[in-house]
């Protein structure tokens, strides 16, 4: 299984990225995908969750200004990150599971900075 995480980068508080996971080794669209951050001096903390049936779930501090979406046609979560913050600054991580097995990305930094 690949996790292949796209899209970080620098961007100035209020602005927006949008962060691509593409997925192979695995029948993308029966998992469930997410979206995890860690930022320096901070345990990873889920940002948001969308399962194969589409239902989706975000952290309560996030929801509002970030969506979650996937293409099943072409194996990619996305996460829309709008009004960004400085604290949003984090290495962003996408997952998935099985019942035996945690899979993540590589991780993209993104750096919420003027």
């Known amino acids: 299984v690949q996790l292949q995480a796209s899209g970080g980068g620098l961007v100035q508080p209020g602005g927006s990225l949008r962060l691509s996971c593409a997925a192979s080794?695995?029948?993308?669209?029966?998992?469930?995908m997410a979206w995890y951050r860690q930022a320096p001096g901070k345990q990873r903390e889920r940002v948001a969750l969308i399962t194969t049936g589409g239902g989706i779930n975000y952290a309560d501090s996030l929801r509002g200004r970030f969506t979650i979406s996937r293409d099943n046609a072409k194996n990619t979560v996305y996460l829309q990150m709008n009004s960004l913050k400085p604290e949003d600054t984090a290495v962003y991580y996408c997952?998935?599971?099985?019942?035996?097995?945690?899979?993540w990305g590589q991780g993209t930094q993104v750096t919420v900075s003027s």
């Open positions: 997952n998935t599971w099985t019942p035996n097995m945690d899979y």
């Open positions: 080794g695995i029948i993308f669209s029966r998992n469930s």
